[in-house]
C-alpha cells in the first residue's frame, strides 16, 4: 500500500467501517461515507467531533505531530497515516440508537393530495436526537395506542418531516391530524427501526415503496444525495392511482438532475383498477428490472402482505435473503 492509497477507519461500538484518502481529515471522509458524527466549526475549537484513538496514529494538522493511543483527537483536525480504528460512543448502529420521548411542536402541515399531509415538526435541543436515514418515529397521544410514522427527512434536517395518510375511514390517523392542529405540539418517541441506514452502501440500491412508504424512502434518497454516492440508486414507487403518487414531481427531479438516481413509477390506473392487494403490479415491474440481483441491496416499505411477497419472489430471482431489508421483518415477523 503507498502512502496515498486511501485506508480503513472502524468505529466503535457502533462497528461502522469507511475509506478514507490520507489526504483528508478524518471528519470529511467520514461525512463523504455518510455517517453521522457531530461537529459544528471544522477548526477543533468546537470539540464536537471528539474521538478516541484505539488503534493506529493520525496526523494533527493542528500541532503538525502525530498521534497515538490512547489520545483524544479532534476528526477535522486529523488525518489517518494508517488503518485507523476510533472509539466514539455517539455514533451508533442501525437499531441500536435508544429511543426517547421529545414534545415537538408542529411548524407546518401541508396538503399533498386528497388524504396526504407534509407534516413538519420542530424538535427541542434537535442536535441531540439522533437518528439513521429509514427510520421511523411515533407519535403518543393519551389514551391511546402509538402511531407509526416514516421519518421523511434527513437525519442532517433541523426540522422532522412525516408524510400523514389521514382517510375518512381511519380513525388514529384522524386523531394525530386533530392533534397536530389543535395543539400544535405533540409527544414523540424516536428512533426505532434497524431497516435504515447509518453509512452510504457499497452496492446498488433498490428502494421499493407502495404508498406513503415513499416517506421513508425519501429519507434515503435526501441521505444519500448529501453524501454525494457514485452507487446506481433506483426508486419503485406504486401507487393504485394517479393521484396517490404526492410528491411525484419531486422524484421526477431527483431522476432528471441526479445522475446515479433513477425513478420507475408504477400506477394501476395506467393498465386498469385491478390493483391487487399484495401489489403483483409492481412486483412484476421490479423483477422486469433485470437487476443482478447477486450484486444489489434492497430495501422495502408496504404492507406485511406487499413486503413478504416481493421477498420470496426476489430471493427466488437470486437476492440472498440478507441483501433485504424492511421494517416488516422486524415487527411483523412470519409465525
Known sequence: MSTEDPVPVRIEPAGLEFIAP?????????????????????NGVCELCEARLTQGQVFNTRTRNNEFPPAIIMLCRSQPCGPVELEIEEVMAPGSNP????????????????????????????????FHAGQY?????PGAAPSYFSIASSP????IELHVQAATDWASAQRVMD?????????????????????VPDKPLLLIAAGTGFAQMKSIVDYLHE??????????WGVRRHEDMYLRSLAQQWHEQWPVFSFLPVVGDDDDNDWSGHHDQLIRAVLAGGHDWSGVEVMASGSPPMVYTLMDALVEAGLPESAFYSDVLEYAPRG
Not at 421529545?102 to 441531540?128: C, F, G, M, S, W
Not at 442532517?156 to 426540522?159: A, D, F, I, K
Request: net charge neutral.
Open 22 to 42: 490520507v489526504s483528508d481529515d478524518l471528519l470529511t471522509a467520514a461525512r463523504r461515507a455518510g455517517i453521522a458524527l457531530r461537529w459544528a466549526c471544522r
Open 99 to 130: 429511543p426517547q420521548q421529545v414534545q415537538a411542536k408542529v411548524a407546518d402541515i401541508t396538503p399533498l393530495n386528497h388524504d396526504v399531509y407534509r407534516v413538519t415538526l420542530e424538535l427541542p435541543r434537535r442536535r441531540e436526537i439522533n
Open 137 to 141: 418515529l411515533s407519535v403518543r397521544l
Open 156 to 159: 442532517t434536517e433541523s426540522t
Open 179 to 199: 392533534t397536530f392542529h389543535e395543539e400544535g405540539q405533540v409527544t414523540l418517541e424516536l428512533p426505532h427501526g434497524r431497516a435504515c441506514l447509518a453509512s
Open 227 to 236: 453524501a454525494e454516492v457514485s452507487q446506481p440508486v433506483l426508486l419503485y
